[in-house]
Each structure stands twice: as C-alpha cells, then as structure tokens.
C-alpha cells in the first residue's frame, strides 16, 4: 500500500479517491475574482452609459494597462438602444483621441483601489487601429442587457489596449465591463 491521506483530527478516516486517481471532496469555493477582491479590492465595475457612436464602426470605449501588473476583462455587458447592433472588442494599437476618463468603481464599496490604466469613453475616440477582434456581441433587442463572459478572460498586459466598437450609428450602448487585476509577479 503507498501513501496514505488521514483526517488531520487524529480519527484515522482515510481519504477516498475514485477511479480518476481524484479525491472525493465536500468544499466550499470562490472564484479566482473574488478573493482577489477581498484581498485586495483590485476588481472594478467600468460604467457605460447611453454612449451614441457618431458614425458606423466607431469605438466608444478604450483601455490600455499602463501598470506593471496585467488587468483582466471578465465580463462585458451590454445593451443597445436600437435593435441588431454587432459591438466588437477588439485588440488596438495607437494612441486614443476624444473620448472622456471614467472612474472605475471599486467592488469593495470604500476601497481607494484603482487599477493603472487609461480608461475612456465617447461616441467616436479616434487615433486607434483593431489588430484584431476577440469578440462579437450581437445585441439583437433593444434594451435587453446582454452578458459575454469568458473563462479565458481577455488579458491585457502591460502597454497593451482594447477597444470596443459598435456598427450602428446612433445605437445608444449602455453596460458594464468587469475588469481585475492579476496578482502576483
């Protein structure tokens, strides 16, 4: 027989293990965001509100990490004031132009926490260039709250941005964005 597992409380219960070579457990979790949030109150909410884009393919939000450690994109959600509008997210280059700072709100009401980044939004920043989409969101009804999450995440390291944009002109986007700060080095 090779190495046992024993209850730490001297009962001498062994632990049990399944064809799979997996421990059969009963535990309590909680995701990789929210202990980081009670760590440190490193996740954000970054509000969007009633941004109309000027013209077609306009972007209405941008964020570039401009601190050491990588920010993560959760969650993205969104709705739309006109009906089949399709908003991308996608990986940009350049520098932003036109759009307005917006606060992030701390997931850790009272925290002072604020991720490193330069975030903006506006109905059409200019001076950035997609090297690529990560997402689509097809926001088909008007005014139904639309939620992409990705167990991936959308990292963005040091100097890098993301932007999204909307096809329809006029298309009134609303939402939140859900960003966190990787720990560690």
């Known amino acids: 027989m090779g190495f046992q597992i024993q209850d730490g409380t001297g009962s001498g219960k062994l632990v049990t293990v399944n064809a799979g070579n997996r421990l059969y457990t009963n535990a309590t979790t909680k995701s990789v965001d929210a202990q980081i949030n009670i760590d440190s109150g490193k996740v954000w909410s970054l509000g969007i509100e009633n941004q ?36 991308k997210i996608n990986a940009v280059t350049g520098t932003s132009s036109g759009g307005t700072a917006i606060t992030p709100v701390s997931r850790t009401v009272g925290s002072s926490a604020s991720p490193s980044a330069t975030i903006e939004v506006g109905a059409d920043i200019t001076g950035i260039t997609s090297s690529g989409t990560i997402f689509f969101m097809q926001l088909d009804t008007t005014d139904k709250d639309f939620h992409l ?18 096809e329809t002109a006029t298309a009134s986007i609303t939402g939140v964005i859900s960003l966190v700060e990787e720990t560690g080095s």
């Open 149 to 166: 999450s990705t167990s991936s995440k959308v990292r963005i390291p040091k100097g890098q941005a993301i932007g999204i944009s909307v």
């Open 52 to 87: 109309s884009p000027t013209g077609a393919d306009d972007y209405i939000f941008y964020i570039q990490n401009i601190g050491d450690k990588t920010l993560h994109v959760t969650d993205v959600r969104l709705s739309s004031g006109t009906a089949t509008t399709q908003v």
